[in-house]
């Protein structure tokens, strides 16, 4: 077994490091499932981030934000490096998703741990990052000294020994032709043709976008054009730069081309993009399918579908077990919210869901740092079973969270209240169906009491 682990552990990174994208998503779902199994965390938080980082690779955002919400919760556990590519991973989707304000945050975040672990050839492409930041701000100044910044670090650990870091030199070009300092442009394109190979680098691409602007900038559109053909030509089956360097002939061909040769460049590519377009979209959906495949189904069922937390068939499923595993005396909460029908007959049921996504949101975030087994039970009652060494620590961990909840608020100005029912157990073998039954039970008095305050189950 050990073997058969090491042996997909291997070809997973095999593949995500060439770039073999189709072969990784086929294994990478088996390879956390495996990983998880033997409690192997590192490679979990490793797998996720690679996992995020081929879906961003795809623009497939909305999956790449999901792999990084499952780390939320362990991040902080995890390695420095780690968290410094987790943190540069969601700067990267923010910035991808236009969201530049979050993007700079996770960047600054980045930066100040990378620069505590002189993590430098990371803080040198946060420093990049950064000032691709800036650049899209039209904050070239800034740019350009967060760029140096990464220039410097480039130097101090020999970088370019082998070749230069073109998408550092093409953001170089591109802030130089921004604030027209071409001469100092031209001459950064110059060093950099001077090497062999460099389109070989993945960056590559970048590069030559700079060279096409200055090349336009200057109004040499011939120049421009010719060398988009001789790109797309010699990229004809790389689909992804091919793609790249099409869009960017389009936009000069239009200054070079008469007219009538023009519309029908257009015709053909508008051609080519509805091909492709139906092309990605397939692709996507295999992608999306590798997703939700079998192992993910019994996931899909467990979750519920308002509030995007466990559900009362994950309780059932699981709780047995983990009632089994648990090593502390246990304690089984339950709450709902106060009048939730006359929240529902004021507000309308759009209020209510918000309410019980409120309610989800600030217990889960609190019963996870206690280690629960947290679910929505059903309408606005919501269950925890919860490792507590004593009766006391249960009185005032139930204090805290009610105050918390108390705290919260709905339709604008609306004070959330809750009342909550409680048991506490510390002799095994612990029983569901007890555990709720006495819990409900507590909460019931609540309810006969007034509500809006917590009662422990008292056995006669």
């Known amino acids: 077994m050990k073997r058969h682990t090491d042996v997909l552990f291997q070809k997973v990174n095999t593949h995500y490091e060439a770039q073999q994208y189709p072969q990784f998503f086929e ?34 955002y909305e999956i790449a934000i999901q792999a990084l919400k499952d780390l939320e919760s362990s991040i902080d556990d995890q390695s420095d490096e780690a968290r410094i590519r987790y943190m540069n991973l969601k700067a990267a989707v923010y910035g991808a998703l236009n969201d530049l304000e979050s993007c700079y945050r996770y960047l600054c975040d980045a930066k100040t741990l990378a620069e505590e672990q002189q993590s430098f050839e990371i803080l040198m492409v946060i420093e990049a990052n950064i000032t691709h930041y800036f650049f899209e701000k039209a904050r070239y100044d800034e740019a ?10 480039c130097e101090q650990i020999n970088y370019e020994r082998k070749q230069p870091y073109v998408s550092l030199h093409a953001r170089y070009i591109s802030i130089c032709v921004e604030q027209k300092k071409f001469e100092e442009a031209g001459a950064r394109i110059a060093y950099i043709e001077s090497y062999s ?23 040499q559109y011939e120049r421009a054009y010719i060398r988009l053909q001789k790109e797309m030509q010699r990229f004809a089956q790389n689909e992804r730069m091919y793609d790249y ?27 080519y993009i509805l091909e492709q377009q139906k092309q990605q979209q397939q692709q996507r959906a295999e992608r999306i399918d ?26 059932q499923d699981r709780a047995s077990d983990w009632l089994n595993e648990v090593t502390t005396p246990v304690a089984a909460i339950i709450f709902d919210a106060d009048h939730f029908k006359k929240i529902n007959d004021t507000y309308g049921h ?15 975030a609190f019963f ?35 105050s918390m909840m108390h705290a919260q608020s709905y339709a604008k100005h609306e004070t959330l209240q809750i009342s909550i029912g409680a048991t506490f157990h510390d002799e095994r073998p612990y029983h569901l169906n007890q555990l709720i039954h006495e819990a409900d039970k507590a909460l019931y008095s609540v309810k006969q009491d007034g509500r809006h305050r917590f009662s422990i189950y008292a056995s006669s």
């Open 197 to 219: 190979n460099i389109e070989k680098q993945s960056y590559y691409k970048y590069f030559v976008k700079a060279v096409v602007v200055y090349e336009c900038a200057l109004q």
């Open 350 to 364: 759009d209020v209510g869901d918000e309410v019980i996504c409120l309610m989800a949101k600030c217990a889960a």
């Open 245 to 271: 360097f099409y869009e960017q002939f389009i936009d000069v061909a239009e200054h070079v081309e008469p007219l009538e040769q023009y519309i029908k460049t257009l015709e053909t590519y508008y051609e």
């Open 27 to 60: 294994l990478i779902d088996s390879a956390l499932l495996l990983a998880e199994q033997e409690g192997d965390m590192e490679t979990v938080v490793d797998f996720t981030l690679k996992k995020a980082a081929a879906y961003f690779h795809f623009s497939d």
């Open 368 to 402: 996870d740092k206690h280690k629960a087994l947290f679910v929505r039970y059903g309408g606005d009652e919501f269950l925890a079973l919860c490792p507590i060494e004593n009766e006391d620590k249960l009185i005032l961990l139930l204090q805290t969270f009610q």
């Open 290 to 315: 590798m997703y939700f495949k079998v192992d993910h189904l019994e996931e899909l069922t467990w979750l519920d579908a308002l509030t995007q937390i466990k559900n009362r068939r994950y309780l």
């Open 144 to 153: 350009l000294v967060h760029l140096e910044r990464a220039f410097v670090i």
